[in-house]
């Protein structure tokens, strides 16, 4: 009993002195960009955007009425035309806006199913325009509306008979008769809902970093709840990297420059230059006479005070400019260079001065400055730093001040020979261009995973801050990432803010680079790579400036209210008496071992598979301990309630890295990694806290779920699943291991764990929604695994011959990736086969339609290649 009541108490205690922990983002600039982004007619419907508020229960107002007050950016596609809101009284009467983008027209509709509708309209090309903020308010009187959008004023009546049960939705509804598919492309933001003297009631900033759980906003003043559904976020863009767009290259080493101006990238092949425009989404090909110095990496930019592009190249003192009134360049013949690839340049546009540094050629690095003069000498001075920095290629270089640069990281030698131990560096260097000295500011202590720096680097004195793409140098399928540096720092590491973009690493062959765009303020991730029949593929992504950096869990040892020091102490003391209390008591009665999926064997762990959950079940949530992993993350406790909203993005994550290290190979992971991978920019002690605070407020939230305990056992963590909780990944891990193994010792393939493991992997990706560094390796692994494992089985003769198996194997991997060749092709060939050819054509048109979305070009197979 006397345990009983401690452990209620440091429960309490510990809730309370936590409570107050937030999360969200830290941002260092004035972010502007957030709000909520509506999916139009660019998908189907069943992935249109809605806001609900009050999750579609009516919201009271007073009889007198309300004010409804937010902001609207539309944006231009193909379709503009669609609903921005309905407001809906007792199910009956309506007050509806509807955009079209188009025209620049908003109309304003008021009806009732007893009346003829009213509509009235405000078409203003001035006012209304695409890609800016406009204020919307809608102010409502008993029996008239006056709407105000951009400062102009509507007024219109209505025929509301009171405001107790009103209903607002934004962008697609299914509510009865006021279904609508038809979603405005657009994003709000700041909504409140307030009285007619001006008391807010209900306020919604949207921002992302407000109270969001799962697919649920929640208003700052009451905390009542708006369903989200298919939405984007704005303040995403400074986190996601957005693919801009991709095309082929007809070269295998092209060149590229940027004009920050104008906003054009230009890629110049042997004999072409493409210039892609990022304001108006154009790409323009050219063909010259001449060429740029041609080479691995990129030896071409754009003259500012020129206009133009310039090519250059160490051994040859002229440069070589390109003149675009005759599409010509000043060298006539193709020069190609092999030496000093994949060097760092900067143009000093207020000194007309061209700066290289560093390379590789020839098995050699160097470790050389030069400089061109374009007003004076017009040729090339060298210095070397040899002696004060080491020989590297791969590193990233920005402008910290006037006549200073920032030499990020590399891949050389001491000494500059190949052979000579190269080694990636992991320092951060400054450079006087005036002096031609360098200081080194800083060396971090890297033991995790290799990496190296994209060409060009972003330098935020602001912050103290410097920016470069990072990416893994000892492998080929790799990822890069934006990370972040600190310039002045006693303690530097590597911040990662940003997800990821998949880069094929071929040493000097592939190249990627960042730029900075002042006019819409985001960086731009530049990547060239070789193609097929010695073309070159580039493809640009997009970040919105600056990026994010999520919030580090709060220290306990820095929190200065009294309330939580002795709330501390209180909880120590009690937490000794209870560990004194449980001893005694283990003493008197040692507790039996639990039984966990975690030690059962192959035949047990398929054997505590629920049969009864059918797909429809899990779609409907009809489940109790149950976590979901694939086709996105989602649990329920013991009672069958949905608690995903209660993980915090620290404890998901945590919860994530501890249940899939577990039930991977069935190895935890050890207090060191936890460390590194959460808190890896705390001391040793504080990250010790932070990671005892987590954990335990992790035990707490999962014993709702069930029986899962968290233990520490041989300097390992585990998570343990009682065999009373179901795990969806568990189960597909243990379903695709007994397949296999039955593959391999040639036994014939149970169809009914065959039909099982499609059940369960149906739903698509594994946490799709969630991108993260180390998850990659996951999220891979359960791809290659589940497409390698179901197209294998659908070449066996027991299988191949059942149409039905093989449809459901091949929309399994079409879940997990729509554009899998070789599942589409099967899909097409069994519906040709069958005698549906008209369908097994759509099948192949939509493959090419979603093929060119992603990959921004079109499949190089034809549909009777396919079905030959």
């Not at 971090?444 to 140098?473: C, K, P, Q, W």
Request: charged content about 20%; some cysteine.
């Amino acid at each position: 009993m006397i345990f009983h009541r401690l452990h209620q108490i440091i429960i309490l205690l510990i809730y309370l002195s936590l409570s107050a922990t937030s999360y969200g983002y830290t941002f260092e600039h004035k972010i502007e960009n957030y709000g909520l982004t509506f999916a139009a007619h660019t998908v189907d419907q069943d992935h249109r955007t809605s806001l609900i508020l009050n999750s579609g229960k009516g919201i009271s107002f007073p009889a007198e009425g309300f004010i409804m007050n937010f902001d609207i950016k539309l944006r231009q596609e193909l379709y503009t035309y669609g609903y921005i809101l309905r407001v809906i009284s007792h199910n009956d009467q309506n007050l509806d806006l509807v955009s079209y983008l188009y025209d620049s027209k908003i109309s304003i509709i008021s009806g009732s199913s007893h009346e003829k509708s009213q509509m009235v309209y405000l078409a203003d090309s001035m006012l209304i325009k695409k890609d800016q903020w406009m204020p919307i308010q809608i102010q409502f009187f008993p029996n008239s509306a006056k709407i105000k959008i951009n400062g102009k004023n509507i007024y219109l009546s209505h025929s509301f008979r009171d405001f107790n049960d009103v209903q607002i939705i934004f962008g697609a509804s299914n509510l009865g008769r006021f279904f609508s598919g038809d979603v405005a492309p657009m994003s709000i933001r700041n909504l409140s809902l307030q009285s007619l003297q001006g008391k807010t009631f209900y306020y919604w900033k949207l921002d992302r970093s407000s109270k969001t759980t799962n697919n649920f906003v929640y208003d700052s003043i009451s905390d009542l709840p708006a369903y989200v559904k298919n939405g984007k976020w704005e303040i995403d863009k400074h986190y996601h990297w957005q693919r801009v767009t991709s095309f082929e290259i007809d070269y295998k080493n092209p060149q590229l420059a940027f004009d920050e101006i104008k906003g054009n990238f230009f890629v110049a092949s042997d004999k072409k230059l493409y210039t892609y425009n990022v304001n108006n989404k154009t790409l323009d090909t050219l063909s010259f006479k001449g060429a740029p110095f041609l080479g691995v990496s990129s030896q071409m930019l754009f003259h500012p005070l020129k206009k133009t592009l310039l090519s250059y190249n160490i051994y040859h003192n002229k440069l070589n400019w390109f003149n675009p009134t005759t599409s010509s360049w000043s060298v006539n013949q193709k020069i190609t260079v092999d030496d000093n690839q994949h060097h760092n340049r900067f143009f000093d546009k207020d000194h007309d001065k061209l700066y290289l540094y560093g390379g590789y050629g020839r098995h050699q690095y160097s470790g050389a400055l030069y400089e061109y003069n374009l007003k004076d000498n017009f040729k090339w001075s060298q210095m070397n730093l040899d002696t004060l920095i080491s020989p590297r290629y791969l590193s990233a270089l920005g402008k910290y001040s006037d006549n200073k640069l920032l030499v990020l990281g590399g891949y050389g030698s001491h000494s500059g020979k190949q052979e000579d131990f190269p080694q990636n560096f992991y320092d951060l260097y400054l450079l006087n261009l005036n002096t031609g000295t360098c200081k080194k500011l800083w060396e971090m202590n890297h033991t995790d995973e290799h990496f190296v720096m994209g060409n060009s680097a972003i330098v935020d004195t602001l912050t103290n801050s410097i920016y470069a793409l990072t990416y893994r140098n000892d492998c080929y399928n790799t990822a890069i990432y934006l990370s972040q540096f600190l310039i002045k720092t006693n303690r530097p590491i590597r911040q990662i803010v940003s997800d990821s973009i998949l880069y094929k690493f071929r040493d000097i062959y592939s190249y990627c680079d960042l730029f900075y765009h002042p006019n819409d303020t985001s960086l731009y991730a530049v990547i060239l790579e070789p193609s097929k029949n010695e073309s070159s593929l580039c493809r640009i992504y997009k970040l919105a400036f600056p990026p994010l950096i999520p919030t580090k869990t709060s220290n306990i040892e820095n929190k200065s209210d009294k309330w939580g020091y002795l709330t501390g102490i209180t909880i120590f003391i009690l937490i000794l008496l209870m560990l004194h209390w449980r001893k005694k008591r283990q003493q008197v009665k040692k507790l039996p071992e639990t039984k966990t999926l975690n030690n059962l064997s192959l035949a047990e762990k398929l054997e505590h598979i629920p049969l009864e959950i059918t797909t429809q079940k899990i779609n409907r949530k009809e489940v109790k301990s149950t976590i979901f992993l694939v086709g996105g993350f989602q649990v329920f406790d013991s009672l069958g309630q949905d608690i995903t909203g209660d993980f915090t993005p620290t404890l998901k994550h945590l919860f994530l890295f501890l249940l899939l290290n577990s039930i991977k190979n069935e190895k935890g992971v050890t207090s060191q990694r936890l460390d590194e991978t959460f808190w890896f920019d705390m001391s040793k002690t504080s990250a010790a806290n932070n990671r005892s605070v987590n954990i335990r407020k992790l035990r707490l939230l999962a014993s709702k779920i069930g029986d899962i305990t968290i233990v520490h056992k041989n300097g390992y963590w585990f998570l343990e699943l009682g065999t009373n909780v179901t795990c969806d990944y568990y189960h597909i891990s243990a379903l695709l291991e007994d397949l296999k193994n039955r593959k391999q010792e040639n036994l014939s393939i149970d169809k009914e764990k065959l039909e099982l493991l499609l059940t369960w992997s149906s739903p698509g990706s594994l946490l799709p929604n969630i991108n993260i560094e180390w998850l990659d390796e996951y999220k891979s692994d359960y791809y290659v695994n589940i497409t390698d494992t179901l197209l294998e089985i659908a070449t066996l003769d027991s299988i191949k011959d059942d149409p039905r198996l093989l449809f459901r194997i091949v929309d399994v991997i079409l879940a997990i990736d729509c554009i899998d060749e070789d599942a589409i092709r099967l899909k097409c060939t069994l519906l040709y086969k069958m005698g549906h050819k008209g369908l097994s054509k759509q099948c192949y048109d939509k493959f090419c339609s979603d093929y060119e979305r992603i990959l921004n070009t079109p499949p190089e197979f034809s549909y009777e290649e396919f079905v030959r």
